[in-house]
């Protein structure tokens, strides 16, 4: 008869599976970790950040159809499988919207799609010995069409990979930055304790979105400056918590055993107090994760997150946030949807870690 396991692991993470929304949260942020790496494998246009614009069938609905004649580009460049699945295409065949086409004799006569009841303009040009079915195609845009004819849906699949991996790298900065400064506040104390906590406290006064502004302006606009600015924002949270938890772990026997054994400060911090107080961190990680994503979005609708034509939920809702009176309101609710859905998630999975890892519970 096998024993079953009791540690505390074990009890947490069974705990965790009995929480429906919790492990439900997990399975969507993982679905959209997956989405945002292989964005361009499943997105329609997969060029690089989904930037195939085509003005005549600008905001669409969504299920828009419309014939697409595709002329490929002639080039001897080639691009590399893995920059093609992780940064898309860079070489981009010329794709025109049209309303008819016919042939003869090797040559292609269409009319350019025109919207608002006008006639587009008649062109021809030479097929080159490729088919009709290799030049012309019918094209659904599942999401419509943004306001400069691209592909809404491309949009917030690409978009996906900003608010998703900000959280990762924003999170990580501010764990490594507050747990050191909470450890080392926490566990020596006195001098050491007042200065970290006069810096915290200054830190903390000071409104996050606008230091966040200060920072990016410093650093410059563009993507990894926003990721960045973000992480050296959230670490006092982590070491406010990190200072209360070691502060209340340093006097117990373990730590006071460690000590006559000789082990060095290093040793005894890494060792055996942050093993013990990594509940709580994260718990305010998983909070942290939405935080990151709403600074986030918010830099982007303001305009200095993340850049064109780089594709951001953000940036979305600031380009078409006017389109809401305009009677297509869902150019701005989509991408505002997709934060609200992965910020929720991230606080459900939060709530659930909080009450898997409550030893009193």
Same mark, same amino acid.
């Given at each position: 008869m096998s024993q ?5 692991s074990?009890l947490?993470?069974?705990k ?6 919790g492990v439900f949260?997990?399975?969507?942020i ?6 945002s790496?292989f964005?361009?494998v499943?997105a329609?246009d997969?060029s690089? &950040?989904?930037?195939?614009?085509h003005?005549? *069938?600008?905001?669409k ?5 419309v014939q697409m004649?595709?002329?490929p580009?002639k080039?001897?460049i080639k ?10 295409k860079?070489?981009?065949?010329t794709?025109?919207p049209i ?10 006569? &269409?009319?350019e799609?025109?919207s ?5 303009m008649?062109k021809?040009?030479d ?6 079915s290799?030049l012309?195609s ?6 419509g069409?943004?306001?400069?004819g !691209? ?7 690409v978009?996906a990979r900003?608010s998703f =991996?900000?959280?990762f790298i924003?999170?990580?900065i501010s ?7 909470g450890?080392?506040a926490?566990? =020596?104390g006195g !001098?050491?304790d007042?200065?970290?906590m006069? =810096?915290?406290n200054?830190?903390?006064s000071i409104?996050t979105?606008?230091?966040v ?9 563009g993507f990894w400056?926003?990721?960045?600015a ?8 982590v070491? !406010? ?8 772990v ?10 006559a054994?000789g082990?060095?400060?290093f ?5 055996h ?5 990594m509940?709580p961190v994260?718990v ?6 939405a935080a ?8 982007s609708f ?16 600031k380009?078409? &946030?006017n389109?809401?009176i305009?009677?297509?309101? &869902?150019l701005?609710? *989509?991408?505002?949807f997709?934060?609200m859905?992965l ?5 459900l999975m939060?709530?659930a870690? !909080? ?7």
């Open positions: 079953q396991s009791n540690s505390l074990q947490a993470l069974q965790f599976k009995k929480d429906f929304w949260s997990l399975g969507f993982i679905f959209v970790g997956l989405i790496i964005a361009y499943v329609p997969n690089q &950040y989904a930037n195939q614009m003005l005549s *069938i600008h905001s609905k969504p299920g828009f159809e004649l595709t002329i580009q080039t001897d691009e590399s499988v893995f920059s093609t699945v992780f940064f898309g860079k070489i981009q065949d794709e025109t309303t008819m086409y016919s042939t003869e004799n090797n040559t292609l006569t &269409y009319t799609y025109a608002d009841g006008l006639e587009g008649t021809t040009i097929m080159n010995g490729l088919s009709e290799d012309i019918n094209k659904t845009f599942l999401f069409t943004d306001k400069y !691209r592909d809404l849906l491309s949009r917030t699949l978009g900003i =991996f900000i959280g924003a999170v990580f764990l490594v930055i507050g747990i050191f400064m450890s080392v926490g566990y =020596f !001098r050491v007042a200065i970290i006069w =810096f915290i200054v830190s903390w409104p979105l606008l230091l502004i200060a920072i990016t302006l410093a650093l410059g606009k400056q926003v990721f960045i973000v992480g050296l924002t959230m670490w006092v949270e070491a !406010r918590v990190v200072r209360g938890q070691v502060m209340g340093k006097e117990m026997q373990y730590v006071t055993a460690a000590r054994l082990f060095n400060d040793r005894i911090i890494t060792k107090i942050l093993p013990n107080i509940a994260i305010i990680s998983a909070a942290n994760f990151a994503i709403l600074i986030e979005s918010g830099l303001l305009g200095i997150g993340a850049q064109p034509p780089m594709a951001s939920w953000g940036a979305m809702i380009d078409h &946030y389109y809401i305009l009677g297509k309101p &869902y701005a609710l *989509i991408p505002g997709c934060i859905s910020v929720m998630a991230f606080m939060g709530n870690l !909080r009450d898997a890892l409550d030893v009193k519970s």
